[in-house]
Protein backbone atom coordinates (compact mmCIF):
# COMPACT_ATOMS: atom_id res chain seq x y z
CA UNK A 1 0.00 0.00 0.00
CA UNK A 2 1.21 3.65 -1.22
CA UNK A 3 0.08 6.72 0.09
CA UNK A 4 0.21 9.38 -2.89
CA UNK A 5 -1.00 13.29 -3.01
CA UNK A 6 -3.88 14.87 -2.25
CA UNK A 7 -5.92 14.93 -5.73
CA UNK A 8 -9.08 17.16 -4.84
CA UNK A 9 -10.92 17.90 -1.08
CA UNK A 10 -10.58 16.11 1.78
CA UNK A 11 -10.76 12.34 2.61
CA UNK A 12 -13.07 10.18 4.85
CA UNK A 13 -11.18 8.69 7.36
CA UNK A 14 -11.13 4.38 6.07
CA UNK A 15 -13.30 2.29 8.46
CA UNK A 16 -11.60 -1.19 9.58
CA UNK A 17 -12.05 -4.40 11.24
CA UNK A 18 -16.20 -4.35 12.84
CA UNK A 19 -16.64 -0.94 11.85
CA UNK A 20 -16.65 -2.00 7.79
CA UNK A 21 -19.99 -2.87 6.93
CA UNK A 22 -19.52 -2.48 3.09
CA UNK A 23 -17.35 -1.99 0.51
CA UNK A 24 -18.21 -0.83 -2.78
CA UNK A 25 -16.63 -1.61 -6.29
CA UNK A 26 -16.01 -0.03 -9.25
CA UNK A 27 -15.91 -2.59 -11.74
CA UNK A 28 -13.03 -1.52 -14.96
CA UNK A 29 -9.84 -0.88 -13.47
CA UNK A 30 -10.46 -2.82 -10.09
CA UNK A 31 -12.32 -6.06 -10.95
CA UNK A 32 -11.22 -6.31 -14.57
CA UNK A 33 -8.27 -5.01 -17.21
CA UNK A 34 -10.80 -3.86 -19.51
CA UNK A 35 -8.92 -1.87 -21.54
CA UNK A 36 -9.45 -4.07 -25.23
CA UNK A 37 -13.08 -4.79 -24.46
CA UNK A 38 -13.73 -0.63 -24.36
CA UNK A 39 -11.77 0.02 -26.56
CA UNK A 40 -12.54 -2.52 -29.40
CA UNK A 41 -16.44 -1.99 -28.11
CA UNK A 42 -16.02 1.56 -28.91
CA UNK A 43 -14.27 1.46 -32.05
CA UNK A 44 -17.32 -1.11 -33.46
CA UNK A 45 -19.67 1.22 -32.41
CA UNK A 46 -17.82 4.32 -34.62
CA UNK A 47 -17.70 2.28 -36.95
CA UNK A 48 -21.62 1.57 -37.31
CA UNK A 49 -22.01 5.67 -37.27
CA UNK A 50 -19.72 5.79 -40.24
CA UNK A 51 -16.73 7.36 -37.76
CA UNK A 52 -13.19 7.03 -37.36
CA UNK A 53 -11.90 4.54 -34.63
CA UNK A 54 -10.94 6.43 -30.70
CA UNK A 55 -7.85 8.46 -30.66
CA UNK A 56 -5.56 8.12 -27.55
CA UNK A 57 -7.69 10.69 -25.65
CA UNK A 58 -10.83 8.79 -26.29
CA UNK A 59 -9.29 5.15 -25.45
CA UNK A 60 -8.27 6.85 -21.96
CA UNK A 61 -11.76 8.58 -21.66
CA UNK A 62 -13.73 5.35 -22.31
CA UNK A 63 -12.91 3.79 -19.75
CA UNK A 64 -14.13 6.42 -16.86
CA UNK A 65 -17.16 7.79 -18.37
CA UNK A 66 -20.17 6.60 -18.99
CA UNK A 67 -21.54 6.32 -22.61
CA UNK A 68 -23.36 9.59 -22.88
CA UNK A 69 -20.07 11.27 -21.43
CA UNK A 70 -18.23 9.74 -23.71
CA UNK A 71 -20.30 10.91 -26.73
CA UNK A 72 -21.09 14.36 -25.46
CA UNK A 73 -17.56 14.91 -24.70
CA UNK A 74 -16.06 13.63 -28.53
CA UNK A 75 -18.93 14.84 -30.25
CA UNK A 76 -20.30 17.52 -28.05
CA UNK A 77 -20.31 20.39 -30.42
CA UNK A 78 -22.19 18.23 -32.89
CA UNK A 79 -25.62 17.49 -30.78
CA UNK A 80 -26.75 15.68 -33.86
CA UNK A 81 -23.81 13.54 -34.23
CA UNK A 82 -23.71 12.92 -30.50
CA UNK A 83 -27.23 11.43 -31.23
CA UNK A 84 -26.55 9.56 -33.77
CA UNK A 85 -23.61 7.42 -32.03
CA UNK A 86 -26.31 7.22 -28.90
CA UNK A 87 -28.61 5.73 -31.76
CA UNK A 88 -25.52 3.00 -32.89
CA UNK A 89 -24.24 1.96 -29.71
CA UNK A 90 -27.79 0.73 -28.62
CA UNK A 91 -27.67 -1.63 -31.49
CA UNK A 92 -24.06 -2.98 -31.06
CA UNK A 93 -23.47 -6.08 -28.93
CA UNK A 94 -21.24 -6.06 -26.49
CA UNK A 95 -21.79 -9.66 -25.95
CA UNK A 96 -18.56 -10.46 -28.16
CA UNK A 97 -16.28 -8.36 -26.17
CA UNK A 98 -16.70 -10.00 -22.93
CA UNK A 99 -13.70 -12.19 -23.78
CA UNK A 100 -11.58 -9.36 -23.89
CA UNK A 101 -12.03 -8.63 -20.59
CA UNK A 102 -9.49 -10.26 -17.77
CA UNK A 103 -10.26 -10.60 -14.40
CA UNK A 104 -7.46 -8.93 -12.23
CA UNK A 105 -5.48 -11.48 -10.16
CA UNK A 106 -6.85 -13.02 -7.57
CA UNK A 107 -10.30 -11.70 -8.00
CA UNK A 108 -12.54 -14.59 -6.67
CA UNK A 109 -9.83 -15.06 -3.07
CA UNK A 110 -10.31 -11.19 -2.93
CA UNK A 111 -13.44 -11.08 -3.13
CA UNK A 112 -14.71 -14.25 -1.14
CA UNK A 113 -12.25 -12.78 1.92
CA UNK A 114 -14.28 -9.71 1.80
CA UNK A 115 -17.79 -10.97 1.61
CA UNK A 116 -16.84 -13.13 4.79
CA UNK A 117 -15.85 -10.16 6.22
CA UNK A 118 -19.18 -7.57 5.46
CA UNK A 119 -21.45 -7.11 2.26
CA UNK A 120 -20.64 -6.19 -1.07
CA UNK A 121 -21.87 -3.60 -3.72
CA UNK A 122 -20.97 -2.95 -7.18
CA UNK A 123 -21.29 0.86 -8.43
CA UNK A 124 -19.99 1.15 -12.15
CA UNK A 125 -20.77 3.87 -15.06
CA UNK A 126 -21.51 1.06 -16.98
CA UNK A 127 -24.88 0.92 -18.59
CA UNK A 128 -26.71 -2.09 -19.98
CA UNK A 129 -23.61 -4.55 -19.68
CA UNK A 130 -23.88 -4.39 -15.59
CA UNK A 131 -25.83 -7.21 -15.60
CA UNK A 132 -24.23 -9.13 -18.59
CA UNK A 133 -20.86 -8.62 -16.87
CA UNK A 134 -22.06 -10.04 -13.29
CA UNK A 135 -23.69 -13.07 -15.07
CA UNK A 136 -20.38 -13.57 -17.45
CA UNK A 137 -18.27 -14.15 -15.08
CA UNK A 138 -20.59 -15.53 -12.46
CA UNK A 139 -20.02 -12.51 -9.79
CA UNK A 140 -23.91 -12.80 -8.63
CA UNK A 141 -23.47 -14.35 -5.02
CA UNK A 142 -20.22 -11.63 -4.29
CA UNK A 143 -22.49 -8.60 -5.86
CA UNK A 144 -26.53 -8.61 -4.68
CA UNK A 145 -26.09 -4.71 -4.60
CA UNK A 146 -25.05 -3.61 -8.02
CA UNK A 147 -25.91 -0.06 -9.61
CA UNK A 148 -24.50 1.03 -12.72
CA UNK A 149 -25.69 4.13 -14.82
CA UNK A 150 -29.21 3.47 -15.78
CA UNK A 151 -30.42 2.74 -12.42
CA UNK A 152 -29.45 6.76 -11.19
CA UNK A 153 -30.42 9.95 -11.98
CA UNK A 154 -26.80 11.14 -12.73
CA UNK A 155 -22.93 8.97 -13.45
CA UNK A 156 -19.62 9.24 -11.91
CA UNK A 157 -18.78 11.75 -10.48
CA UNK A 158 -21.99 12.63 -8.76
CA UNK A 159 -22.54 10.67 -5.76
CA UNK A 160 -26.10 8.96 -6.67
CA UNK A 161 -24.19 5.70 -7.54
CA UNK A 162 -22.91 5.46 -3.77
CA UNK A 163 -25.52 6.35 -2.49
CA UNK A 164 -27.64 4.09 -3.46
CA UNK A 165 -25.51 1.29 -2.54
CA UNK A 166 -25.45 2.91 0.90
CA UNK A 167 -29.42 3.13 0.82
CA UNK A 168 -29.83 -0.35 -0.19
CA UNK A 169 -27.36 -1.93 2.42
CA UNK A 170 -28.94 -0.05 5.09
CA UNK A 171 -25.82 1.32 6.33
CA UNK A 172 -24.03 4.80 6.69
CA UNK A 173 -21.15 6.74 4.53
CA UNK A 174 -18.81 6.22 7.64
CA UNK A 175 -19.41 2.78 7.59
CA UNK A 176 -18.33 2.08 3.71
CA UNK A 177 -15.28 1.80 1.49
CA UNK A 178 -15.45 2.79 -1.96
CA UNK A 179 -12.74 1.07 -4.11
CA UNK A 180 -11.56 2.80 -7.54
CA UNK A 181 -9.37 3.27 -10.13
CA UNK A 182 -9.67 6.92 -11.62
CA UNK A 183 -10.30 10.87 -10.14
CA UNK A 184 -13.87 10.17 -11.40
CA UNK A 185 -13.86 7.70 -8.75
CA UNK A 186 -12.62 9.67 -6.29
CA UNK A 187 -14.77 12.54 -6.73
CA UNK A 188 -17.68 10.30 -6.33
CA UNK A 189 -16.73 9.17 -3.05
CA UNK A 190 -15.67 12.27 -1.30
CA UNK A 191 -19.52 13.38 -2.52
CA UNK A 192 -21.01 10.73 -0.71
CA UNK A 193 -18.48 11.13 1.85
CA UNK A 194 -17.71 7.45 1.50
CA UNK A 195 -14.27 6.69 2.47
CA UNK A 196 -12.17 5.82 -0.73
CA UNK A 197 -9.07 3.58 -1.75
CA UNK A 198 -7.23 3.74 -5.07
CA UNK A 199 -6.14 1.23 -7.17
CA UNK A 200 -3.08 2.31 -9.09
CA UNK A 201 -1.61 5.92 -9.81
CA UNK A 202 -4.20 7.27 -11.33
CA UNK A 203 -6.86 6.90 -9.17
CA UNK A 204 -6.70 10.13 -7.87
CA UNK A 205 -6.34 8.82 -3.86
CA UNK A 206 -4.10 9.64 -1.26
CA UNK A 207 -4.52 5.77 0.40
CA UNK A 208 -3.65 3.63 -2.51
CA UNK A 209 -2.97 0.34 -3.57
CA UNK A 210 -1.42 -1.37 -6.65
CA UNK A 211 -3.38 -4.75 -6.98
CA UNK A 212 -6.99 -5.03 -6.04
CA UNK A 213 -5.73 -7.76 -3.92
CA UNK A 214 -4.06 -5.46 -1.39
CA UNK A 215 -7.56 -4.12 -0.41
CA UNK A 216 -8.02 -7.00 2.30
CA UNK A 217 -4.57 -6.50 3.81
CA UNK A 218 -5.81 -2.70 4.22
CA UNK A 219 -9.19 -2.96 5.45
CA UNK A 220 -9.63 -6.61 7.13
CA UNK A 221 -6.06 -6.43 9.31
Excluded: W
Excluded at 8 to 35: K, M, N, W
Amino acid sequence: MTTGPESVGEEVALPRGADLQLVICDCDGVLFDSYQANVAFYDAVLASARLAPLDEAGRRLCHTLASTQLFTELFGAEPALVERVRAAAQLVDYGPFYRLMEPVPALRETLQRLAAHCRLALATNRGRTVEGVVAQFDLGDFFPIRVGVLDVAMPKPAPDMLLSCLERAGVTAGSAVYVGDSATDCLAARAAAVAYVGVGAASGARVRVETFSEVTALLLR
